[in-house]
């Protein structure tokens, strides 16, 4: 029926003028104002309840992370290997002020020969400290002993670092360490500490990494048999004590040489880095370096080891390339004076013992067999 145009337009007319559509929320009904609360509350509720959720297994709220790195099975390939007379050509000597403040001097090859701190044979390689001048002699050791800082002049990117390590040094004053760095980068390329102790080296093997900014263990899960110390890798957190990971007393020094010492093996690869430490006697099936004709090594059948410091909140591709290998025998210096006296090597300064007492260095070698490095292929 047409309504009159004369009358006037009633109510409902007006307000039904205004079409409903779906995309006008003012033309909605109030049913439909009441499905679409309900569809978001119901959103809302799910969206909180599977951030709460992952968060719950992720170890709740401390910021943790659960995840581990695969360290799947790599195919080695031998490399590179460092043995017999011609050992020391394939590394420079350092020659500079230390710069971890040592008590010492650091000698070239010439030097290192007339007193005898770096000596090889067909099987054997020995890096020493000077015991032969004291107060009196020319020259004397007076402002620092003589010994030796090598650096291999071959610098690597990841692999599987053997070493064969026969003997480590030890004795108040000594600071011995096996590592990996790029000596013209530092931080900003990385450190790796695979082998370190200080004094009587009877406290066990330290192990750490040293980084520039953004390389943490702190809340990550790790799989190793050593106790760890601080999580943060960076150079500036605490004076450069880097990510560290300590074995027991077995693991370096007089312990670990009474057995003939053992193989130590850094893994280094993308999913993290690892470190074992295998006591010659302890463990037949890694007591020697493989030979040509033995199956390459596999670390993923080695079980757990030492140190473990996976990729998980450190790009391991960023912050370590060209690792030089390094062996040295520093004297005194930061780290080893700090504990001069709780090692219970006073009354002596640590200067005074090094200077005055060159008989005190006759355990303060490294003795090696040979070093291997295998890269995946
Ligand atoms: C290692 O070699 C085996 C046998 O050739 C192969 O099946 C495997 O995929 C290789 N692994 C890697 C990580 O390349
Ligand atoms: C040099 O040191 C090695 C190892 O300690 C030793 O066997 C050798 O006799 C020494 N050589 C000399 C000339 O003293
Ligand atoms: C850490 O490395 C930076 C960059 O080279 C350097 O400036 C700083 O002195 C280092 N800090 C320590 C404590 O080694
Ligand atoms: C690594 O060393 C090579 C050769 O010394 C150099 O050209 C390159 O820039 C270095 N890479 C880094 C990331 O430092």
Redesign the pocket.
């Known amino acids: 029926m047409r309504r009159s145009e004369s009358s006037p337009p009633r109510y409902e007319d007006v307000q039904g003028a205004k079409e409903r559509v779906w995309w006008n929320p003012s033309t909605w009904t109030r049913r439909a104002w009441l499905i679409v609360s309900t569809v978001i509350l119901l959103i809302v509720v799910a969206v909180v309840g599977a951030v709460v959720g992952v968060r719950a297994t992720r170890g709740a709220d401390d910021g943790s992370d659960n995840s581990y790195p695969d360290y799947?099975?790599?195919?080695y390939t031998l490399a590179d290997t460092y043995s017999g007379t011609t050992f020391f050509d394939k590394f420079t000597y350092f020659r500079d002020y230390d710069p971890a403040g040592g008590h010492v001097h650091y000698v070239d090859p010439e030097y290192a020969g007339w007193f005898n701190l770096t000596y090889a044979t067909e099987t054997t390689v020995i890096v020493k400290v000077d015991t032969t001048v004291g107060p009196g002699d020319e020259p004397d050791a007076s402002t620092g002993r003589f010994t030796v800082r090598l650096e291999s002049k071959t610098q690597y990117g990841p692999g599987l670092f053997l070493f064969d390590v026969k003997h480590t040094p030890y004795g108040c004053a000594t600071w011995p360490a096996l590592w990996l760095a790029d000596p013209n980068n530092w931080p900003f390329n990385g450190e790796i500490d695979i082998m370190e102790a200080v004094n009587h080296g009877n406290t066990g093997n330290l192990m750490a990494l040293h980084t520039s900014e953004g390389c943490t263990m702190e809340n990550v899960r790790r799989e190793h048999t050593g106790v760890a110390g601080q999580g943060d890798c960076h150079n500036a957190t605490n004076h450069n004590t880097g990510c560290t990971v300590r074995g027991p007393p077995a693991t370096f020094g007089p312990e670990f040489n009474r057995g003939g010492g053992g193989i130590v093996a850094l893994e280094w690869r993308r999913e993290g880095i690892r470190v074992w430490v295998f006591p010659r006697a302890a463990s037949p099936a890694v007591s020697r370096l493989p030979g040509a004709g033995d199956a390459p090594p596999d670390p993923s059948a080695w079980g757990a080891p030492l140190a473990d410091f996976p990729a998980t909140r450190c790009d391991v591709d960023k912050h370590f390339r060209n690792q030089s290998i390094i062996v040295n025998i520093d004297l005194c210096g930061y780290y080893t004076e700090a504990v001069w006296e709780s090692s219970g090597c006073s009354p002596k300064t640590c200067r005074q013992y090094v200077s005055e007492t060159p008989s005190a260095f006759h355990d303060a070698y490294w003795e090696f067999g040979a070093f291997q490095v295998w890269t995946?292929?």
């Open positions: 799947f099975k790599l195919n995946a292929s």
